[in-house]
């Protein structure tokens, strides 16, 4: 808690400190040890106080992670630790989790999960997904998780484009997540 005000102007009670994980890594030969702890509730207004040890602290939308360019690899492998995958290629690390109870941990931001309601209901009314799994899988799956290079209006945009994922060193497409009314249609064709 004090160094979370220390370095951010942030004060949290410690009620609201979780202790998810101890990270062991290395970096240029140096071990590292990282405790992530998850804080679920603060007050204040994110500064910098320190300006002599950050450049900077900013807060980011959950699926935009993988696309906002290098992270401390401590910071990238603590984001890892409590949604994992967010933040593809990171180093290996070892984790000792901690026995404790922790609170539930939001998956997305709310406009994702609006945006992906919207889509939903927008391929199973045009009849393109008729069956109740594909239904559901429209219904939970984080289509933006998917195609982090994609603003979420993109991800899920509930017509007949893909969302391309890739691209090959000359500018051309090479991967993509299909469309969202032809991933209905395509998964619900009988054999």
Known sequence: MRELIEETGLVADPADAHVVTMLVDDSHGVPRLTAVVRITAWTGTLANPVPDKFDRWEFFDLHALACVGDVFV???LALDAVWPGVIPGLVPATSY?????????????AEAARLRAEMAQM???GGWAPCAPVQEALRTVPRHRFAPEANLLAAYDGG???????YHDAGTAISAASAALSCGAAASTPP
Not at 97 to 109: F, H, K, L, N, Y
Not at 160 to 166: E, G, K, S
């Open 97 to 109: 989790s901690i026995a404790a109870d922790q609170p539930p941990v939001p998956g997305e931001p």
């Open 160 to 166: 007949d484009r893909a969302v391309i994922t890739r």
């Open 74 to 76: 401590p910071a990238a």
């Open 123 to 125: 391929v199973i009314d």
